[in-house]
């Protein structure tokens, strides 16, 4: 059975190899059918498939470019060469590619005409023969041209990196467009004008040769004719693939290097080492994989002769198997079944015990619940005892601690009484003080400054009537302001300092980025006065002096400026606050609209101030005004504390009349909600008449207009002014005029602002005065102290009265609460004791009932195993054969008298019988029995009475496989020889190819001062051959090899080019292209590499070049064979189209210079 499977394996994978052989060739011939009926190309040349048009073929349908097909080999891996190799002709290499008397290669691009491409309209020029540079600047249409040449061939547009799509390079707004290529005709031969049509709407494109409409496999074969390598970036670099030739692959690089230069066997040499080494692989494999079968096959038949020997012992082994399923579970179930009666009536017995331990303790257990039941109780009543004397202990530690202030205000007056005397003698020093400070203030305000009327001034500067009328507004406003101004000065009487910094804020605005909003005692406004204390509460002193800025930058200039470098003329500090917006700093409130009315609310403080609108942040922030709620005295606080306490933000406050309720909840226990009351003062700072928000905001937004129309005038007289040049005069004297009177205002303001500060101080320095004037004599004073003095001895002595019924009222509730403590301790006692009765009486109860449990388990096991065994055994015998069925039933009935023998003599006393010729094995003996006849079994080969035929045929099979094996071996001899007479080709004139490439490349690195190097890296494998390029810039460096990733962008675009140029002169394509490769160049680099280009593309077995670059240095070397096309661009070109050539305007400039010449001769 064995063989049979490896039989069948073998049979499989000859049916797999030939499935997948058929496959294989099915799909080339399917690609191949899709090439000829779709067009496209990929990346590396393939034209783009566009719909309605054939593609170009790959290979230009000829197979090989030796023209002969490699070996092939069918299912078994024999070779089945279709010719013989050693006829097949080779190319023959040219040395220098033909030129016409023209200068042009065959297939060099001669004109070039674009109409509604990218970004031209329509342009036609004509590339000479050698190197073009293609110059202008960024966006002026020179990778376009790289664009067209690419395209206008017939290759897709992957190539260029760009737009993947055709249409996506007809000209904006354009519907149609077309490129027409001109390319150089082999020598006697016309040339070769290619149109390409293109159409905005279609992804689709039409071509024509020569007028002739054609299909994209016929431009296909022309430029395989030509040997044109666009899709090679060896000879076409368009811009956005000059990154991707640094990141070529080494393997890529060297095949990509083969088809631009050298011989042009080189390809194909090298396809057929990779193709004849893969064919060499794969029948070694082959051989191997056969020499190993026949091994195999040969060993097998060495051993199939002892098969026969131990069938029969096999068979014999199988049945004693068979035997052994069936009495292992009957046994298993057997032993089951006894230890199910054993472990039942140990189950039953705990049953029992259990029932009669529970019964016996139930009424020390109902005693024990009585006790508790007391012994709560009278814990209740104890606990009530000593809250009350708790509270009554609390009440008198109160009127210990009032008596102790009592006591101690006793004592500061009389300090004060001992004291007064000096106190009158510094208050007569200060009366004296303060009137000379006043007579001070007096004779400076007694100055006279004669100073001009500032109306009068304003009304000098005005010109228009709405300038008048601005004016008014602005009287008005100010009037509106003067508000203000009365709290600047009260500002001034509570903190100078600030004060002063708001004065030195307004006059210095444009140091700050942002607006800084003056402290809320000036910025902050209660419009409604009912709700004007309440909100001054929320406020503390140094929250209504604080300046808010909006900023980090001008929170630190205010600093700076103010508290740091005293501004002010003095060490001054005043408070500044400024917080980012984050949300994480936002709490919401902790109601919805809704719910505060519920609650009696009628809003939260934040809704009846009115201040600037950045300002809000701080008053969120700082002072929390959006989340106290405001209330009458109808708010009911037990539930306002819960609904503030529920909330997701944490506890809040609120004002509940004339209540301002501080609501928080406790750090220990249940954390319950607390709540601390304070009464809420009258206001005092925003009592000030207010300035009419809406009256204010009306005559701002007239002044606004008014000013917008002024504006207006000023524009228009600014045109006149620009006629008029005689105004221009005037105004400048009018300007001078204005300049004079400003300064003749300023000094006003700034006498105004004097006598203001000197008004403040007198005022400050009288109310001082009055203060000291108005206090008491030393003798009225002492008088009072006395009187104080008598009536705080009164209170200390109510206090005693009091203090000693207290006293009496604990001593009864100590008493009490003893007395409650003594039974709460007795029957608390009784009760620990009966507990611990029931304790240990439960513990024997509790032992029988884990007794229980664990036996009920166990019975439960085994009642359950031993119905799943009998259930198994069952169907062991239902199953088995009926050989096997009467070798048991044979066994269980001779077991079964034996049995029943031994039961009867043990009943009776006599000699049991004998066991012999009786199964009596255990389990564990069955199973032992049947892993070791399982064992056996295992270690015999599975043998059939066809042995000898089997032995027979595989002897057959062996002879036909080593005629296989030799024939295969004969095959890779003859790949071998192919392989070593190709390489014998190829690996010579790579070195040679390499060796010219790489002496040009390390000579033009030379001459700038860097190191570069070109090797051939070898491999096993052929495909894996590579040309590595190493360089090095810099003197401290090694060679290393070139990367997208090690080498800087100039770096790797100065390799770049230099491989190129050294690809030149061994290039056998017709022309080649490279757009912007200097970019990232250093001058020095730069102008090495343009000076070697010129040298080598304008030699005279050169190809056409074309350098698109948008940047050209100074003093470049030039050569009579270069061209240089520059792209220029603009709003306006001729309506006839010659006139745009730059030589046509030249040599017509030159014609005219002469014909003048002559005339005037």
């Given at each position: ?297 040969r060993e097998r038949n060495e051993a199939i002769e002892r098969d026969v020997q131990r069938c029969l012992e096999r068979q014999k082994i199988e049945q004693e198997i068979a035997l052994l399923e069936v009495l292992v579970p009957v046994q298993r179930y057997r032993e089951a079944r006894e230890r199910y009666q054993t472990v039942k009536a140990e189950q039953r017995r705990c049953h029992n015990k259990v029932v009669a331990l529970k019964d016996k303790n139930a009424p020390a257990h109902d005693l024990l619940k009585r006790l508790a039941v007391q012994h709560k109780k009278l814990e209740k009543d104890r606990e009530d005892s000593k809250r ?619 001459r700038i001062g860097c190191a570069g190097e070109i090797r051939i890296g070898q491999h096993e494998d052929y495909d894996k051959w590579t040309i590595d390029i190493l360089v090095k810039f810099r003197d401290d460096e090694k060679l290393q090899l070139l990367t997208s990733q090690r080498q800087s962008g100039g770096e790797r675009s100065l390799t770049t080019i230099l491989y190129l140029m050294s690809l030149t002169e061994q290039a056998r394509a017709p022309f080649s292209l490279v757009d912007e490769i200097n970019q990232g160049m250093d001058q020095r680099a730069e102008r090495a590499v343009h000076n070697n280009m010129v040298e080598t ?65």
């Amino acid at each position: 059975m064995k063989v049979k499977a490896e039989k069948a394996v073998k049979a499989e994978k000859v049916s797999k190899v030939k499935a997948e052989d058929a496959k294989q060739n099915k799909g080339k011939r399917r690609v191949r059918d899709e090439e000829e009926d779709h067009q496209g190309r990929d990346e590396n040349g393939e034209v783009d498939a566009e719909g309605d048009e054939d593609a170009l073929d790959e290979e230009g349908g000829s197979g090989s470019p030796k023209g002969r097909k490699r070996t092939r080999l069918n299912t078994n891996g024999d070779s089945h060469p279709a010719d013989d190799d050693d006829d097949a002709p080779e190319h023959k290499h040219v040395a220098t590619l033909p030129r016409d008397t023209d200068g042009f290669i065959p297939g060099s691009i001669v004109r070039i005409q674009l109409q509604n491409f990218v970004t031209y309209d329509w342009v036609e020029f004509r590339p000479g023969p050698y190197l073009n540079m293609i110059i202008g600047p960024n966006g002026t249409g020179k990778s376009s041209i790289a664009c067209a040449i690419c395209l206008g061939l017939g290759w897709s547009p992957q190539i260029l990196g760009r737009a993947s799509e055709i249409n996506s390079f007809v000209k904006q707004g354009k519907t149609s467009g077309h490129i027409e290529i001109e390319l150089k005709g082999p020598k006697g031969k016309p040339n070769l004008v290619i149109r390409r049509n293109l159409t905005s709407t279609s992804k689709t494109s039409t071509f024509t040769l020569n007028g002739v409409s054609a299909i994209g496999r016929e431009i296909s074969s022309q430029m395989a004719a030509l040997n044109v390598q666009i899709g090679n970036l060896c000879t076409f670099l368009p811009q956005d693939k000059v990154s991707e030739f640094a990141a070529m692959s080494p393997q890529d690089l060297l095949k990509e290097t083969q088809r631009a230069a050298g011989d042009q066997n080189l390809t194909a040499w090298h396809k057929t080492l990779i193709e004849a080494g893969a064919d060499q692989k794969k029948i070694n494999d082959l051989i191997k994989s056969e020499m190993d079968q026949l091994q195999q096959m040969r060993e097998r038949n060495e051993a199939i002769e002892r098969d026969v020997q131990r069938c029969l012992e096999r068979q014999k082994i199988e049945q004693e198997i068979a035997l052994l399923e069936v009495l292992v579970p009957v046994q298993r179930y057997r032993e089951a079944r006894e230890r199910y009666q054993t472990v039942k009536a140990e189950q039953r017995r705990c049953h029992n015990k259990v029932v009669a331990l529970k019964d016996k303790n139930a009424p020390a257990h109902d005693l024990l619940k009585r006790l508790a039941v007391q012994h709560k109780k009278l814990e209740k009543d104890r606990e009530d005892s000593k809250r009350s004397t708790q509270s009554k202990f609390k009440k008198i530690n109160e009127r210990w601690n009032e008596d102790e202030r009592l006591e101690n205000a006793a004592e500061d007056l009389q300090l004060k009484l001992e004291t007064l005397d000096n106190e009158e003698k510094d208050r007569s020093k200060k009366i004296k003080n303060a009137q000379a400070n006043i007579d001070s203030i007096r004779k400076e305000l007694a100055k006279e400054v004669k100073l001009e009327n500032q109306d009068d001034l304003t009304r000098e500067i005005s010109t228009n009537p709405r300038a008048d009328y601005s004016s008014r507004r602005m009287s008005k406003l100010k009037k509106l302001d003067n508000v203000e101004v009365r709290k600047l000065q009260m500002l001034s009487q509570w903190d100078r300092d600030t004060a002063d910094a708001v004065v030195w804020y307004r006059n210095n605005k444009d140091k700050f980025r942002m607006e800084v909003f003056e402290p809320p005692y000036l910025s902050v406004n209660v419009p409604d006065h009912a709700f004007a204390s309440a909100v001054e509460m929320a406020f503390s002193g140094n929250n209504m002096k604080t300046f808010v800025a909006q900023c980090q930058e001008d929170y630190d200039t205010l600093n700076r400026n103010i508290n740091d470098n005293q501004v002010l003329g003095r060490k001054v500090w005043v408070t500044t606050w400024y917080r980012a917006r984050m949300d994480r700093l936002f709490v919401p409130p902790p109601m919805e609209r809704d719910e505060l009315a519920r609650h009696g609310f009628s809003g939260y403080l934040l809704d009846y101030v009115t201040c600037p609108q950045g300002l809000e942040w701080f008053l969120q922030v700082e002072l929390n005004l959006h989340r106290i709620a405001v209330g009458g005295h109808n708010v009911d606080v037990n539930r306002a504390m819960d609904a503030v306490c529920r909330s997701r933000t944490g506890p809040a406050n609120f004002i509940a009349g004339t209540s301002y309720n501080i609501v928080t909840r406790s750090r220990y226990g249940k954390k319950l909600a607390q709540n601390m009351t304070r009464d809420i003062g009258k206001a005092k700072s925003f009592i000030a008449t207010s300035v009419d928000p809406e009256v204010k905001k009306r005559i701002d937004g007239e002044i606004a207009e008014h000013k917008q129309h002024l504006d207006m005038l000023k524009e228009a007289i600014d045109k006149l002014r620009q006629q008029l040049s005689a105004v221009e005069v005037e105004d400048s004297k009018f300007q001078r005029r204005v300049n004079d009177i400003n300064a003749r205002r300023d000094a006003i303001q700034h006498e105004v602002q004097r006598r203001t500060t000197l008004t403040t101080k007198q005022k400050r320095a009288e109310a001082e005065l009055k203060t000291l004037l108005n206090k008491p004599s030393a003798e009225q004073e002492r008088a009072e102290i006395k009187k104080g003095i008598y009536k705080i001895s009164k209170q200390r002595v109510a206090i005693v009265k009091e203090y000693k019924e207290y006293a009496k009222s604990i001593i009864e509730e100590q008493s009490k609460a003893t007395r409650l403590g003594l039974e709460f301790l007795q029957v608390g006692a009784n009760h620990a004791a009966l507990r611990e009765l029931c304790n240990r009486k439960d513990e024997r109860y509790n032992i029988a009932l884990a007794e229980f449990n664990k036996a009920d388990e166990a019975f439960k096991e085994i009642k359950s195993e031993s119905k799943q065994l009998l259930l198994e055994s069952r169907t062991a015998i239902d199953n088995c054969e009926p050989d096997i069925n009467t070798l048991y039933e044979d066994i269980q009935s001779a077991r079964f008298q034996y049995e029943k023998e031994l039961e009867d003599a043990e009943a009776a006393g006599k000699t049991p019988p004998s066991d012999e010729g009786i199964d009596l094995r255990s389990t564990e003996e069955l199973e032992a029995e049947f892993d070791a006849q399982k064992a056996q079994l295992e270690i015999m080969l599975n043998t059939n009475p066809g042995v000898i035929e089997e032995y027979e045929k595989r002897k057959r099979d062996i002879e036909a496989l080593e005629r296989t094996v030799q024939q295969k071996q004969t095959n890779a001899q003859r790949v071998e020889q192919k392989i070593k007479k190709a390489r014998d080709n190829w690996e010579p004139a790579l070195e040679q190819l390499v060796a010219k490439i790489g002496e040009k490349f390390s000579a033009a690195f030379d001459r700038i001062g860097c190191a570069g190097e070109i090797r051939i890296g070898q491999h096993e494998d052929y495909d894996k051959w590579t040309i590595d390029i190493l360089v090095k810039f810099r003197d401290d460096e090694k060679l290393q090899l070139l990367t997208s990733q090690r080498q800087s962008g100039g770096e790797r675009s100065l390799t770049t080019i230099l491989y190129l140029m050294s690809l030149t002169e061994q290039a056998r394509a017709p022309f080649s292209l490279v757009d912007e490769i200097n970019q990232g160049m250093d001058q020095r680099a730069e102008r090495a590499v343009h000076n070697n280009m010129v040298e080598t593309t304008c030699k005279e077995e050169s190809g056409q070049y074309f350098l698109i670059t948008p940047k050209l240095l100074a003093d470049l070397q030039y050569h009579k064979r270069m061209k240089v096309l520059c792209v220029n661009n603009g709003e306006w070109l001729p309506e006839e189209r010659g006139l745009g050539n730059m030589m046509n305007m030249i040599e017509g400039y030159v014609d005219r210079q002469k014909h003048r010449a002559t005339n005037s001769a």
